[in-house]
């Protein structure tokens, strides 16, 4: 869920990840180049690649999640997923709002062409989920 508004990552799902690294860096250049940002959008940019990077510490999290999961009993099963779900839905939120406060420092045709390399491809999409609909959340390892 977190990675809707940059949807281009999720095709990325089971690329190792120094390839996704490099994906993900290669996607933001492309996207860079396509908006044909002004000076004064560069900070805003800047601000926005920094906000939707993957994040070490969450992935640290739901590593440590899925290393514990085994070994407690349902209801603490439970309760640490919880805990991974409101991070993950806190993390959502910092991004999507960086997202749309870049979104809004672009001019029309920036909005379109950021729509346009931002779109999560098809491949990306659950089994049954239409196009239309927001990609699937990253995998975590083991931690649901």
């Known amino acids: 869920m977190r990675w809707m508004m940059i949807g281009f990552c999720a095709s990325l799902a089971l690329a190792p990840a120094a390839q996704a690294q490099e994906a993900v860096s290669a996607q933001l ?3 860079h180049d396509d908006l044909n940002l002004s000076p004064d959008q560069e900070k805003a940019w800047s601000t926005y690649a920094t906000a939707i990077a993957p994040s070490a510490q969450a992935d640290a999290r739901h590593r440590a999640t899925g290393d514990l999961l085994p070994l407690v009993p349902t209801p603490r099963r439970i309760a640490l997923i919880e805990a991974n779900m409101a991070d993950d839905q806190a993390d ?3 991004q999507a709002d960086a997202v749309l406060a870049f979104y809004d420092r672009l001019t029309p045709n920036q909005q379109r062409a ?8 098809s ?22």
């Open 92 to 94: 959502f939120r910092r």
């Open 29 to 31: 250049i492309k996207l």
């Open 114 to 121: 950021f729509d346009r390399d931002t779109v999560p491809s």
């Open 123 to 144: 491949s990306s999409q659950d089994p049954g989920e239409g196009s239309d609909g927001p990609p699937p959340p990253p995998p975590h390892t083991g931690a649901r």
